[in-house]
């Protein structure tokens, strides 16, 4: 019996994967080298705005 699966299972969001993925580039990014929150600011600011900009047309 073969195992087949719907395109919706294969393409389904495993959101403790995402969350997991997301929390291990925090820590990459936290725990390399910034000293400061100021740097991590400079550096998210740009991502951060597209998002909200985004975020505000939905």
């Known amino acids: ?3 087949k699966k719907t ?3 294969k393409t389904a969001i495993h959101w403790g994967t995402v969350f997991r993925f997301a929390g291990a580039y925090v ?3 936290i725990g390399s ?3 400061t929150g100021q740097e991590v600011l400079q550096f998210l600011q740009p991502m951060v705005s597209v998002v ?3 975020s505000s047309l939905v």
Request: charged share 15%; proline share 0%; hydrophobic share 60%.
């Open 1 to 3: 019996m073969e195992n």
């Open 7 to 9: 395109q919706t299972e």
């Open 27 to 29: 820590a990459f990014i």
């Open 33 to 35: 080298g910034f000293a």
């Open 52 to 54: 909200l900009a985004v």
